[in-house]
Nanobody, 115 residues
């Protein structure tokens, strides 16, 4: 059984930075696409960023130029570097990964940006 655990959330002031990590554990034979989603109160979950196992990235327009997704397959870890944070970035951030051909989700980590 595989598991994803996010870390790095917390409270940050507007304009600040935060780096989220998502570590996969368990018996992992393959890692496909990795990604980050977020869900703000009263809103639907939205895709923030994805990265293929070939390194191709995709971002929602609202974070382009501010967020960077990366991966370290040797450590079974994905990252989301968030810069120039805005209050509207406040949300629970979830990572997901295609592990052993199946989609897995983390439990989420709260990021709160104060104005």
């Amino acid at each position: 059984q595989v598991q994803l655990v996010e870390s790095g959330g917390g409270l940050v002031q507007a304009g600040g930075s935060r780096k989220l990590s998502c570590a996969a554990s368990g018996t992992i034979f393959s890692i496909g696409m990795l990604g980050w989603y977020r869900q703000a109160p009263g809103k639907q979950r939205e895709m923030v960023a994805t990265i293929t196992n070939g390194g191709r990235t995709n971002y929602v327009d609202s974070v382009k130029g501010r967020f960077t997704i990366s991966r370290d397959d040797a450590k079974n870890t994905a990252y989301l570097q968030m810069n120039s944070l805005k209050p509207e970035d406040t949300a629970v951030y979830y990572c997901y990964a295609v592990l052993n051909g199946r989609v897995s989700w983390g439990q989420g980590t709260q990021v709160t940006v104060s104005s």
